[in-house]
C-alpha cells in the first residue's frame, strides 16, 4: 500500500506539473524528456514457478531521454516492483539440512538503472511508436520466510530491458502526452532454487519536455 501511494503522488506530481507546460513547440525542440509510468511486472520461468506467480501491480518506472534527433534518443532509466507472495503450509527442505513444516513468504523487490536507446518510428504524428532497449544493473531485495527461518539479501545484478512503446501528444506536434509500453525484463538472478526474476512488465504515464 506505502508503494501504491508513493506511485499514485508521483503521477500526480507529474500531471500538474504538466499543466504548467506551453504545448506550441513542436516535439523535436525540445531536446531532453522525462516520462513517469506507472507499472506491473508479470513473472515468468523460474521466477514465476519457483518463487512468485502473483502479478505485481506495485511498481512505477522513470527515464529521462536526450532526442538526438526526431529519431534516436539516448538516456537513463530506472523504476521500482514489488513482488510478493506467501504459499500454505507444506514441508520445505532447509539449506542446512533436514525438513521443516511452515508457511513460505517471498519478498522481492527490483530497482533497475539503465542505459537507454529509443527508436521513434513517426516523429511529429498523432500516434508515435517506438522500440528500445535498457541495458545496466538491476538493484535486488530479496526476503523469504520459512516459518521463523529467515533468508535476506541484497544484491546487484545485470539487467536489459527491450521494449516497444507508444507515445500519444496532447496536441499535434506537442512535446507532451501520454507514454504507453510493454516490456520485457531480463533479470539473471540465482538464489534459494531461483534462475532468474525475469517479467514481463507493462505501464502507462506522461512524457513532457524539461526545460
Known sequence: MKTQRITDRLLIISLMFLSTLPFN?????????LDVNYSIGIPGGSFKSDAVDNASFRGWTANVMYNITDKISVGL????????????RDVY?????GDVSAVITNSIQTIPLLAQFQYRF??????????????????????????????????????????????????KEGPAGIHVFGAYNY???????IDNLNN????????????
Open 187 to 193: 533479470m539473471p538472478y540465482k538464489v534459494s532454487g
Open 122 to 171: 513517426m516523429p511529429g504524428k498523432t500516434v508515435q511508436p517506438y522500440i528500445g532497449i535498457g541495458v545496466g544493473g538491476n538493484m535486488i531485495a530479496f526476503d523469504q520466510y520459512l516459518g521463523e527461518f529467515e533468508n535476506s539479501r541484497s544484491d546487484f545484478k545485470f539487467a536489459a530491458r527491450p521494449e516497444v512503446g507508444l507515445f500519444i501528444p496532447f496536441r
Open 77 to 88: 532509466g530506472t523504476g521500482f516492483q514489488d513482488f510478493y507472495q506467501k504459499f500454505p
Open 93 to 97: 527442505k532447509l539449506e542446512e539440512g
Open 200 to 211: 514481463w512488465g507493462a505501464g502507462i504515464g506522461v512524457k513532457f519536455p524539461l526545460h
Open 25 to 33: 513547440a513542436k516535439a523535436q525542440e525540445r531536446e531532453l524528456q
